[in-house]
């Protein structure tokens, strides 16, 4: 089982991103998954997630600026920001879980697989 996340990277107040992350060793059916992000210093926190029941959800940071989804077609969960702002930077990490359904984002804790993260800087 192997996550492994996709296009981070330098990006300017106010524009948008697209991360992806790839699974092998499993497909996204029947998982919970989420994206998080941590900064030196900080503890690991929820941006966005999709439950196992197919629900998605947003923490009011992000909310409005975020989606999830899962592409099929690549067996990648997605996630797309606009309207980045500074607080954005930070490492961005994919998460998953077999049959983990939630009614909001769950900590990082409840997590089973993990990538190895990508970079995220967004220039004031």
């Known amino acids: 089982v192997q996550l492994v996340e996709s296009g981070g990277g330098l990006a300017q107040a106010g524009g948008s991103l697209r991360l992806s992350c790839v699974a092998s060793?499993?497909?996204?059916?029947?998982?919970?998954v989420g994206w998080f992000r941590q900064v030196p210093g900080k503890e690991r926190e929820a941006v966005s997630c999709?439950?196992?029941?197919?629900?998605?959800h947003y923490p009011d940071y992000v909310r409005g600026r975020a989606i999830i989804y899962v592409n099929n077609a690549e067996n990648a969960v997605i996630l797309e920001m606009k309207s980045l702002k500074p607080e954005d930077t930070g490492v961005y990490y994919c998460?998953?879980?077999?049959?983990?359904?939630?009614?909001?984002?769950?900590?990082?804790?409840?997590?089973?697989?993990w990538g190895v993260g990508t970079q995220v800087t967004v220039a004031s």
């Open positions: 999709s439950s196992a029941d197919g629900s998605v």
């Open positions: 998460a998953a879980k077999a049959k983990l359904a939630f009614f909001s984002c769950p900590g990082h804790e409840v997590f089973a697989f």
């Open positions: 060793g499993f497909t996204f059916d029947e998982y919970g």
